[in-house]
């Protein structure tokens, strides 16, 4: 009963779109906020050769990869528990409250 209710998951799909949308929105929202923050002068503005003491914001290709496979980690999981949830429901029950 458990393997059937995991693998016919209907709201796996729209959690993990869900999810998807969302990662790319904070992966573009990372990059503006990186490369806004990234081009702020510090010390250079107060020191005539201080280059090296501004900030570089850089976002690592490894680390949206890590957190691209923790987000679908997260979104499958959070479409898993609902089906999960439902999958231990009587039909006469569940569908009482539709």
């Given at each position: 009963?458990?393997?059937?209710?995991?693998?016919?998951?209907?709201?796996?799909?729209?959690a993990?779109a869900i999810?998807?949308?969302g990662?790319?929105l904070?992966?573009g929202?990372?990059?503006?906020?990186?490369?806004?923050?990234?081009n702020l002068t510090?010390y250079?503005a107060?020191?005539e050769?201080?280059?090296?003491?501004?900030i570089?914001?850089?976002?690592?290709?490894?680390?949206v990869?890590?957190?691209?496979?923790?987000?679908?980690?997260?979104?499958l999981?959070?479409?898993m528990?609902?089906?999960?949830?439902?999958?231990?429901?009587?039909?006469?029950?569940?569908?009482?409250y539709?």
């Amino acid at each position: 009963m458990l393997a059937a209710s995991i693998s016919s998951c209907s709201s796996c799909p729209k959690a993990l779109a869900i999810t998807f949308v969302g990662g790319l929105l904070g992966i573009g929202l990372a990059h503006i906020i990186s490369f806004s923050v990234g081009n702020l002068t510090f010390y250079s503005a107060l020191a005539e050769h201080g280059e090296a003491g501004d900030i570089r914001l850089i976002i690592s290709p490894a680390s949206v990869l890590v957190s691209t496979l923790i987000l679908a980690l997260v979104g499958l999981v959070s479409g898993m528990i609902p089906a999960l949830r439902a999958s231990r429901l009587d039909p006469i029950e569940a569908l009482r409250y539709e």
